[in-house]
């Protein structure tokens, strides 16, 4: 495997990433290494930083039809009808778009075990007294020059259920084949008006446990509001009605609803009361099959869904795209 690395790293230096990353690729989907996986993390983000993003042509966001007129719900399409198109309808009018069989059930079954692989290994590491990697499910990110990824901040994203994925080169490397594999690219380029990037810190492994905390929030707290961004949520398991869900204020929202007030329990998040004010009581709570998603951007109003009759847990994969123009730089890029 040496000599791939040490092809891969040469095309790396040319900036000729995206021929770094397939060569790369293939050698690992015919023999899962390690050091391949190690290596293709940070040829992920070297093709982000290292480059030179190009704006968009055209004024965003683009103009969009309303394809779900009389829709009261989320917007559903299933996988074969997901387009730049409706994506664009179904956030600018509704503000979410659910798709049916996003990720197709061959996958679903090695991404959930993947998911348990990088939590034991991450508490290994945790529990160790050295500074150690658990390969090749966890292998923490190297966030070096201008950005920071903190021990305290993982701390608190495992507390919360989750785990990044650009910590574990195994799992990232099978959850970035799923996500190519379901055509999301394209789409998601159309909307954005560029090829997109991740977020290291924002695209994350969850396993949420029946009782977990739950506060109403727009990501575009942390991720500003002009920021170019969607979120691909992707169900692992059956949750909405024995596993945490999630509760989705159906609606576009143009600003960041008030935050801190009333029963709120951080300065980021929404209260209740709050929630209840602006969606006038509105509030969708899909049920989510294995492999199906939900679609949205940082001006949703959301929350995990935690009722007192669950008892099970929660498998999924948040995944924040960001058109690479608008990055937030704090937030670690990636290349998609």
């Known amino acids: 495997m040496s000599d791939v690395l040490d092809a891969g790293a040469v095309l790396a230096d040319k900036h000729r990433f995206a021929e770094a990353i397939a060569l790369l690729s293939e050698a690992n989907r015919s023999r899962p290494d390690s050091d391949i996986e190690k290596a293709l993390v940070q040829i992920r983000h070297e093709a982000v930083v290292r480059s030179d993003p190009k704006p968009s042509a055209s004024e965003w966001p683009g103009s969009y039809e309303d394809r779900f007129i009389g829709v009261a719900a989320i917007p559903e399409v299933v996988r074969a009808d997901l387009t730049t198109e409706v994506l664009g309808a179904?956030?600018?009018?509704?503000?979410?778009?659910?798709?049916?069989?996003?990720?197709?059930?061959?996958?679903?079954?090695?991404?959930?075990?993947?998911?348990?692989?990088?939590?034991?290994?991450?508490?290994?590491v945790a529990a160790a007294d050295d500074a150690v990697e658990s390969l090749p499910w966890y292998s923490p990110f190297p966030a070096d020059g201008d950005y920071s990824w903190t021990f305290m901040e993982r701390l608190w994203t495992r507390?919360?259920?989750?785990?990044?994925?650009?910590?574990?080169p195994r799992a990232i490397f099978g959850v970035l084949d799923a996500l190519h594999g379901s055509g999301l690219g394209p789409v998601l380029e159309g909307y954005l008006g560029e090829w997109p990037a991740l977020s290291v810190k924002k695209f994350t492994l969850r396993r949420t446990p029946h009782d977990a905390p739950s506060e109403w929030h727009q990501d575009g707290s942390f991720l500003?509001?002009?920021?170019?961004?969607?979120?691909?949520?992707?169900?692992?398991?059956?949750?909405?009605?024995?596993?945490?869900?999630?509760?989705?204020?159906?609606?576009?929202?143009?600003?960041?609803?008030?935050?801190?007030?009333?029963?709120?329990?951080?300065?980021?998040?929404?209260?209740?009361?709050?929630?209840?004010?602006?969606?006038?009581?509105?509030?969708?709570?899909?049920?989510?099959?294995?492999?199906?998603a939900v679609l949205f951007d940082q001006m949703t109003l959301h929350r995990t869904r935690v009722t007192?009759?669950?008892s099970k847990t929660r498998y999924a994969i948040e995944s924040w795209f960001f058109a690479p123009t608008t990055y937030?730089?704090?937030?670690?890029?990636?290349?998609?």
């Open 90 to 124: 179904a956030l600018q009018h509704h503000g979410s778009l659910i798709v049916r069989g996003l990720v197709s059930p061959d996958r679903i079954d090695a991404l959930t075990s993947e998911i348990d692989s990088v939590f034991d290994g991450y508490d290994e």
């Open 224 to 292: 500003g509001e002009n920021t170019r961004t969607v979120n691909v949520w992707l169900s692992l398991s059956h949750c909405g009605v024995d596993a945490p869900g999630l509760d989705i204020v159906p609606q576009r929202f143009d600003s960041i609803v008030e935050t801190g007030t009333d029963d709120s329990l951080f300065d980021w998040s929404v209260s209740r009361v709050m929630a209840d004010r602006v969606s006038g009581g509105r509030v969708a709570s899909p049920v989510f099959a294995p492999g199906d």
């Open 308 to 310: 007192p009759g669950m």
């Open 159 to 168: 507390k919360l259920g989750g785990v990044v994925a650009a910590d574990s």
């Open 328 to 336: 937030p730089h704090v937030q670690i890029p990636i290349a998609f």
